[in-house]
C-alpha cells in the first residue's frame, strides 16, 4: 500500500455489492463515500442512526447518483438485531464481494449486552462472527462465482493491551470491571478493547485456514480521532496521546486498499497495518494459533446455542 490513493487505485467496482457494519460515522462513513466512487453496484450498510443514515443516502444520491445505497437497522452488540440484518441483506443481495466488519465501540465503562456478554466483546467480536456465520453461503458462492470475495475485520493495536491470556473466557459472561491487562486505566476499559481486538485478528486468521476460498483479513487502520474518542476521559485517553496520528480524512484508506487492492496483494488470515504491512504481532496471545481454534470453537458454541434458542 505504499503511497496508496484511493481516486487512483481502487479500480472499477462495477458489479459489486458491498455490506460495511457501521457506516453511519467515522471510518465506516469514509469508506462508503470512498468506495461509491468507484461505481459498486450496491452498497449496504448498518448502523443505529436512521437520520444519519437517511442524511449519508441523500449526500450521495447526489455524488454519487447511479449506485444503489441502502441502509439496514442494526445493533451490532444485539445477536437478534444482526440476525435480522443479516435476513434482511440476504433476501435483497444475490451475492456479496466485500463485508467489512467496521462497527465497534472503545474503552467504554463495564457493561453488558443483551446477550449478557461483555459489551465491548459482544460488540466488537461476537456480533460480528453471526453476521459472517449468516452470511458464509453467500460469500462462498460469489468467490466461486467471480473469484474474490473478501470479509476485513477492523483491529487495532490495542490488541497488546488484552489480558494475559488473550480472551478471559471463564469471564466474558461479566462485565469484566476488574479484567487486568498492560495499561493501568481504571476499570480495564482499554484491556476489554484489546481482547476484543485480539479475537478480530484471530478469528479472521481462523476464518483463512478453515475458508480458504474466502480472503479474510484483519486491519489496524491507524491512530485516528474518531467519535470512539467522544466518550473518553483524559486519562483513558492519555496512552493514545504518544502514537503517531493518521489524518481523519485518511482514516479509512487501510480497509479500503484491503478491501479492493488485487487479490494477489493480501496474504489470507494475516493482520496488517498502515501502510499496507503485515504487522509483526508482538504478543504471545496474537500469535497463538491453539488459542485462535479455542475462540473459533467457543464461538461456535455460543452461537449454536443462540441460533437454537
Known amino acids: 500500500m505504499p503511497s496508496f490513493a484511493p481516486d487512483r487505485d481502487i479500480p472499477s467496482l462495477a458489479g459489486k455489492v458491498i455490506l460495511i457494519t457501521g457506516g453511519?460515522?467515522?471510518?465506516?462513513?469514509?469508506?462508503?463515500?470512498?468506495?461509491?466512487?468507484?461505481a459498486p453496484a450496491h452498497i449496504f450498510f448498518t448502523g443505529r442512526n436512521r437520520q444519519s443514515a437517511d442524511s449519508l443516502i441523500a449526500k450521495?444520491?447526489?455524488?454519487?447518483?447511479d449506485v444503489k445505497i441502502t441502509f439496514i437497522s442494526c445493533d451490532v452488540s444485539s445477536l437478534s438485531s444482526v440476525q435480522e440484518a443479516a435476513a434482511t441483506f440476504s433476501?435483497?443481495?444475490?451475492?456479496?464481494?466485500?463485508?467489512?466488519?467496521?462497527?465497534?465501540?472503545?474503552?467504554?465503562?463495564?457493561?453488558?449486552?443483551?446477550?449478557?456478554?461483555?459489551?465491548?466483546?459482544?460488540?466488537?467480536?461476537?456480533?460480528?462472527t453471526l453476521l459472517v456465520r449468516r452470511l458464509l453461503p453467500l460469500l462462498e458462492r460469489t468467490a466461486e462465482q467471480y473469484g474474490d470475495a473478501r470479509i476485513v475485520n477492523l483491529t487495532s493495536t490495542a490488541y497488546g493491551q488484552a489480558p494475559s491470556n488473550g480472551v478471559d473466557f471463564a469471564t466474558l459472561k461479566t462485565s469484566q470491571a476488574s479484567l487486568g491487562g498492560m495499561l493501568p486505566v481504571p476499570g480495564?476499559?482499554?484491556?476489554?478493547?484489546?481482547?476484543?481486538?485480539?479475537?478480530?485478528?484471530?478469528?479472521s486468521q481462523e476464518l483463512a485456514k478453515r475458508y480458504p476460498a474466502l480472503t479474510s483479513v484483519s486491519v489496524h487502520p491507524g491512530v485516528i480521532q474518531t467519535a470512539l474518542f467522544d466518550h473518553v476521559d483524559f486519562f483513558t485517553k492519555l496512552p493514545t496521546m504518544f502514537f503517531k496520528k493518521t489524518p481523519l480524512e485518511q482514516g479509512h484508506w487501510q480497509q479500503c486498499w484491503a478491501a479492493t487492492c488485487p487479490k494477489s496483494g493480501l496474504k489470507n488470515g494475516e493482520y496488517y497495518e498502515p501502510g499496507g504491512v503485515i504487522g509483526a504481532r508482538t504478543t504471545r496471545a496474537s500469535k497463538d494459533t491453539q488459542l485462535a481454534a479455542r475462540l473459533w470453537e467457543w464461538t461456535e458454541k455460543e452461537l449454536s446455542a443462540f441460533e437454537g434458542k
Open 188 to 203: 480495564g476499559k482499554w484491556s476489554r478493547y484489546g481482547q476484543s481486538k485480539v479475537a478480530q485478528m484471530l478469528y
Open 60 to 65: 450521495l444520491g447526489s455524488s454519487a447518483p
Open 24 to 38: 453511519t460515522a467515522g471510518l465506516g462513513l469514509g469508506s462508503i463515500t470512498e468506495l461509491s466512487k468507484h
Open 91 to 128: 433476501a435483497q443481495a444475490q451475492r456479496l464481494d466485500i463485508l467489512m466488519l467496521n462497527a465497534g465501540i472503545m474503552a467504554v465503562d463495564p457493561s453488558l449486552s443483551v446477550d449478557h456478554y461483555e459489551i465491548q466483546f459482544a460488540t466488537n467480536y461476537l456480533g460480528h
